[in-house]
């Protein structure tokens, strides 16, 4: 007897899932792979179920009679993006025009099943959040890890292919064995199985974060397995960490490496502008510093702005690790110095109230244009609000604020009006005020539009609508005297 399958071997028929019908094009439908051009096909999937071939009549001529399984005689592909198989029938050699309508008819009862119990568990509450991002309404699926997730997540297990095969779970085709292997397992049991044990003080990234932080965050969970163990050891999380990081020069913006000191029992961050120098340049407290990823300001994917208090001044430094690993170990070293700082200074403080008070990401960020209390011209300047700290910036690099505004709560006079006074002077370009009332003066700022406007003021308004806390009320004490 002729073999079935001339092109093909054995561990590559065990491995076929599905095919389509076309005489020269084929595709993958991973929406994130390279398009190649469509025409009408006709797909056909393979039934694993042996049992429901034995009634179609075409066993005769798709039955491997080495392996007992059923195949069509197909060309392999590989998607060049993100692995997964995609097959080609090659012509029909052995697909008569009189079985294809039974055959559809049977796979497509198959594909109709697999979609009910695929919508059935994709509709759980458990699974209506991104595993990894926490984004609503995901989309995509790994078929090897269980779990669903969005879009952009998917991308990133695209990276690890050994690990994680993603598929959408609207366009792409899911047969019996993946859909039972999400009912089985899903978001809930991949959480208790990769997030298990992890550090209080670790960054969990959103949606909202930056890519080199919510990679890495899904490389710590499904690829290093850092979190399934507890007390496993981790880079960054025995209170000293050592190495280059690349900063930019205050004057000339130019990155040089330098060496970067963290202690947890000396309570600051150092760096040095030689790797074997003594001395350090500059010595940071542990409990002024934020830390926070800055890719679009600093135009790097893993560029991280350090904040600190000088002489209760605010000051930058920014850095970037070509490394994105190294980078984030950096950043949830220091969340980790932080939290043990803040568990010895408020023993009674539950880890929640403390993990609250570690590292920031900034309310908002951008450009408005203001004028001081003497009318002058409206200037353009680089705004950060910092929680109740609003500072501003001639460029959105540099070292220093030209000023800080401290925004207090509203039953203390603090309050925030849209537009501007009737009547005020001074030249301004852009048209949307916002007047920020304190019990000193009122600052009187512009934004370039509407959308811009209300979103400084929602964000304004956050901060005013929040009690003060002690500490707050000596940085209030602060700003009153100095001004």
């Known amino acids: 007897m002729r073999p079935l399958y001339p092109f093909l071997d054995r561990s590559s028929l065990a491995t076929v899932t599905h095919a389509s019908v076309t005489s020269h094009l084929n595709y993958c439908s991973h929406s994130l792979c390279v398009r190649l051009p469509r025409k009408k096909v006709q797909k056909l999937r393979l039934i694993q179920n042996t049992e429901a071939w034995l009634h179609t009549g075409v066993e005769s001529d798709y039955r491997d009679h080495v392996t007992g399984s059923y195949n069509f005689f197909a060309d392999y592909h ?3 993006r993100c692995a997964c198989a995609y097959y080609r029938c ?14 559809l008819k049977i796979m497509s009862a198959g594909d109709n099943r697999n979609m009910e119990v695929l919508k059935e568990v994709w509709r759980k509450e458990e699974n209506a959040l991104c595993a990894d991002c926490g984004k609503p309404d995901p989309d995509w699926a790994s078929c090897t890890l269980g779990i669903f997730i969005c ?7 695209c990276k690890i292919p050994n690990i994680s095969k993603v598929k959408s779970l609207k366009t792409d085709h899911w047969d019996e064995a993946q859909v039972q292997f999400l009912v089985q397992h899903g978001n809930a049991a991949a959480k208790a199985t990769y997030e298990a044990h992890i550090p209080t003080y670790y960054y969990h990234p959103s949606h909202t974060d930056c890519l080199v932080l919510r990679e890495q965050w899904i490389r710590a969970k499904y690829e290093r397995m850092e979190f399934t163990e507890p007390g496993k050891y981790l880079p960054y999380s025995n209170g000293l960490k050592e190495g280059i990081l690349w900063k930019r020069g205050r004057d000339n913006g130019q990155y040089l490496p330098r060496r970067f000191l963290l202690s947890e029992r000396e309570g600051c961050l150092k760096y040095f502008v030689k ?21 679009e300001k600093t135009g790097n994917p893993n560029g991280l702005q350090i904040t600190y208090l000088k002489d209760n001044k605010t000051r930058n430094i920014f850095l970037y690790h070509e490394d994105g690993k190294e980078i984030v170990d950096w950043f949830n070293a220091i969340r980790a110095v932080q939290f043990h700082y803040l568990k010895v200074a408020f023993p009674v403080a539950s880890d929640q109230e403390l993990k609250s008070r570690l590292t920031r990401n900034f309310l908002k960020e951008g450009y408005m244009e203001k004028t001081g209390p003497k009318k002058e011209p409206f200037k353009k300047r680089w705004f950060t609000l910092d929680h109740r700290r609003l500072l501003y910036f001639k460029d959105p690099l540099d070292a220093f604020a030209k000023g800080e505004v401290f925004i207090g709560s509203g039953e203390h006079g603090y309050s925030i009006k849209q537009g501007l006074p009737s009547g005020t002077q001074g030249s301004f370009t852009w048209q949307y005020g916002i007047t920020i009332v304190t019990p000193d003066r ?4 512009t934004c370039e539009s509407e959308s811009d406007q209300q979103e400084w003021i929602s964000a304004f308004s956050h901060v005013t609508e929040q009690p003060m806390t002690p500490q707050e009320y000596a940085i209030e004490a602060y700003f009153k005297l100095k001004a």
């Open 275 to 295: 790797q074997d120098a003594k001395e350090p340049k500059m010595v940071i407290k542990i409990d002024t510093v934020n830390a926070t990823f800055q890719p």
């Open 442 to 445: 009122d600052y009187l700022l």
């Open 90 to 103: 090659r012509g029909n050699q052995f697909l008569s025009a009189q079985k294809v309508p039974k055959l």
């Open 78 to 80: 590989s998607c060049p």
């Open 151 to 157: 879009l952009n997540c998917s991308g990133i297990h």
